[in-house]
């Protein structure tokens, strides 16, 4: 069998490119043996072998592949001989000679394809299951993805793989992610992308597609108790406690909708913004239970003259217009800080330590090593100049709180991307008019009867506590004697007449 080979190899390596072909499919394929079976026996794991593994020898191979019958060819060219009589030359009589079955040649050819055909599919397999694993996602192209591999680790969907939300179901989906992921490639050799990377919207697939596998609607029901706490910056870092009581129903099961009726079957809302942020909204429209729309337009928008473009760039809302960052969640610095010190990561018993840790994290810094050296420079510092006694005693606390900040900084802050703090902003909640509900729930937004969007803050949830000493402040009954008297009995009634109802 191995002389039947050799005499092949000889006779298809007419010229340097026949020889070139040869040894590079040879090559290539060993190499992929051996550097598979290190893989699978876990001796390498580095990512950027599985590229070379999985892209780079493949397309070797196939090259090599096509080397051969071009050689050939351009043999036959510069001989002026036929094919057959380039056979007699090149092969001994009884490998050319016809069978039954056909030549020894035939079936050599025969094999040699089939073998090439298996390995082919084989590879091609394990190309797709090697692009579809989150480590590629986020270190195959490090510098480009970094911020969103840091950032997918800590996520609640941490365990999800990227092509499950970023693929989608079908044929359809998986060849466009891979003509996609092509000119990534493409993008990132030639530094053809964009800094920082805009949020793919017209590339996200449809929700149905990807959150709806283990999210629905049905299961959209009831309450959800969220209590926040922040802390003043004063030099106990005093605690504030904002409790909500969010009404999370979409209204399919008990007829009482909350924050999720947006998206029940029966109602349908769309919308069009300025640009791809999704942050200027142009108009929304409302589905009505005769099946017509109710449209509000933004007279803001019309009367600064906002070129809004045209109306099929509508959207029909669904989970990701709110929940845009469920995943690269990107932290603002007070609430960082904030989680990090209810967590107990921040020692609240150092003075100051919510002031200076803020102040230290949102210096700015031109890359990673100034902003380790300038956290460290600046907490340190404070705690020697301010508090020079306890200083020494507190140097385990104090270089606890650099190392949490040195973190918070890594995950939320990417220099090398143009990302800081507040570039990916969350749409969950309404710290302002171009960022979660109030995109939409605004004065702005209007009929053509004057008709505006319900904005009331018991829609969606019961304010049991505002930046309250208390967690559950308001649900004491209040003094008649307090400013905020009128306020805390009405928010105090609301949510008990919601539990009676």
Aim: proline share 5%.
């Amino acid at each position: 069998m191995w002389r039947i080979y050799q005499n092949f190899i000889r006779g298809v390596s007419v010229n340097t490119w026949g020889k070139a072909g040869i040894i590079l499919t040879t090559s290539t394929f060993i190499t992929f043996l051996v550097l598979e079976v290190a893989r699978l026996a876990e001796i390498l794991t580095n990512q950027y072998m599985g590229l070379i593994t999985y892209m780079v020898l493949p397309l070797l191979f196939v090259i090599g592949l096509v080397l051969i019958p071009v050689a050939w060819n351009l043999y036959r060219k510069t001989t002026g001989k036929t094919t057959r009589e380039l056979l007699r030359q090149q092969f001994p009589d009884e490998e050319i000679q016809g069978r039954l079955t056909g030549s020894r040649l035939f079936l050599i050819v025969l094999g040699l394809t089939l073998v090439n055909v298996l390995f082919m599919v084989g590879v091609s397999m394990r190309t797709l299951h090697f692009m579809d694993q989150p480590r590629f996602c986020g270190n195959a192209c490090h510098q480009v993805m970094n911020p969103e591999w840091t950032t997918y680790q800590v996520s609640p969907h941490a365990r999800v793989k990227c092509v499950e939300c970023h693929v989608g179901e079908g044929i359809d989906a998986l060849i466009d992610s891979k003509l996609n992921g092509l000119y990534q490639i493409i993008s990132a050799t030639f530094h053809l992308y964009e800094q920082p990377i805009p949020t793919p919207v017209h590339q996200l697939r449809p929700a149905q597609e990807t959150c709806e596998h283990c999210h629905w609607p049905a299961k959209f029901y009831g309450n959800k108790l969220l209590p926040n706490v922040s802390y003043a910056l004063d030099s106990l870092s005093t605690p504030r406690y904002t409790t909500l009581n969010l009404k999370i129903d979409s209204g399919l099961r008990t007829g009482s909708p909350g924050i999720h009726w947006h998206i029940a079957d029966e109602n349908q809302v769309r919308y069009a913004s300025v640009g791809d942020d999704r942050r200027r909204i142009i108009w929304v429209e409302v589905r009505q239970p005769d099946g017509m729309y109710i449209r509000y337009e933004n007279t803001r928008l019309s009367q600064s003259k906002v070129q809004t473009g045209p109306d099929e760039e509508a959207r029909i809302m669904d989970c990701v217009d709110c929940h845009n960052c469920a995943t690269h969640i990107y932290e603002q610095p007070e609430r960082a800080v904030d989680e990090r010190i209810r967590l107990g990561a921040i020692p609240r018993s150092l003075p100051f330590v919510k002031r200076e840790a803020l102040s230290a994290l949102t210096n700015n810094y031109n890359s990673v090593s100034a902003a380790m050296q300038g956290i460290t420079n600046h907490m340190q510092g404070f705690y020697r100049r301010n508090f020079p006694r306890s200083f020494t005693g507190s140097m385990s606390e104090i270089d606890t709180t650099i190392t949490v900040l040195h973190s918070i900084w890594r995950r939320n802050i990417h220099p090398g991307m143009d990302i800081t703090w507040g570039t990916y902003p969350s749409h969950i909640g309404h710290p302002n008019e171009e960022t979660g509900c109030f995109r939409c729930h605004n004065k702005f937004l209007q009929t053509a009867a004057g008709q505006t969007i319900n904005d009331d803050c018991t829609l969606c949830h019961s304010l049991l506590a505002n930046q309250s000493a208390e967690p559950f402040e308001y649900l004491q009954l209040p003094d008649e004697e307090q400013p905020e008297f009128g306020l805390r009995q009405y928010l105090r009634e609301e949510f008990l007449d919601f539990f009676v109802e």
